[in-house]
T-cell receptor, first 113, second 113 residues
Framework: QQQVKQSPQSLIVQKGGISIINCAYE??????FPWYQQFPGKGPALLIA?????SEKKEGRFTISFNKSAKQFSLHIMDSQPGDSATYFC????????????FGTGTRLTVIP | NAGVMQNPRHLVRRRGQEARLRCSPMKGHSHVYWYRQLPEEGLKFMVY????????ESGMPKERFSAEFPKEGPSILRIQQVVRGDSAAYFCASSKQGQDTQYFGPGTRLTVL
């Protein structure tokens, strides 16, 4: 059972364009939603994170939009660059109990010059 | 400030052998998590440990897998009698008490022949 559903599986964007990756969840007990970036052969690196009491968070070119009623959140990468080409994972964590993260299945982003 | 360290980075074992994966958390971090990533998939939680305690092992297979985080030294993920299906990338993450962010290591890529 996939706790966090992520789409699309792959995405190709022109340099300078906007990349949008979407995630959806069912469990309303989730209270923390990070996005991770992973390059081939490397570990995931935290990009940006949000809590459900905020509808949007922006850090540089990266923005998370959060829709609590729809149980959806998305990552927007503005002015996408070839260096952004990587796999992106959304994740979610329960508010009580263990701190483990539930990850989406990943989106492979390719930014073409 | 060194990040999360994992070793070995690559490990090859024959079926039936034992695999030992080590993880040194970031300085000051007392929480360690292990995740497994199969090719083209997201990360799946395995176990969450604090010093000398297993907090949540709900993601660990019931047999052959064990984990520890001793008072001194790194956290160890141990896989006994490995099978081909154990081939994957194993990532360790660490966090500070009371903080949300999990920092990931570079992973150990296990190949079972």
């Amino acid at each position: 059972q996939q706790q966090v559903k992520q789409s699309p599986q792959s995405l190709i964007v022109q340099k300078g364009g906007i990349s949008i990756i979407n995630c959806a969840y069912e469990n309303t007990a989730f209270d923390y939603f990070p996005w991770y970036q992973q390059f081939p052969g490397k570990g995931p690196a935290l990009l940006i994170a949000i809590r459900p009491d905020v509808s949007e968070k922006k850090e540089g070119r990266f923005t998370i939009s959060f829709n609590k009623s729809a149980k959806q959140f998305s990552l927007h990468i503005m002015d996408s660059q070839p260096g952004d080409s990587a796999t992106y994972f959304c994740a979610a964590r329960w508010q009580t109990g263990a701190n483990n993260l539930f990850f989406g299945t990943g989106t492979r982003l390719t930014v073409i010059p | 400030n060194a990040g999360v360290m994992q070793n070995p980075r690559h490990l090859v074992r024959r079926r039936g052998q034992e695999a030992r994966l080590r993880c040194s958390p970031m300085k000051g971090h007392s929480h360690v998590y292990w995740y497994r990533q199969l090719p083209e998939e997201g990360l799946k939680f395995m176990v969450y440990l604090q010093k000398e305690n297993i907090i949540d092992e709900s993601g660990m297979p019931k047999e052959r897998f064990s984990a520890e985080f001793p008072k001194e030294g790194p956290s160890i993920l141990r896989i006994q009698q490995v099978v081909r299906g154990d081939s994957a990338a194993y990532f360790c993450a660490s966090s500070k008490q009371g903080q949300d962010t999990q920092y990931f290591g570079p992973g150990t890529r296990l190949t079972v022949l």
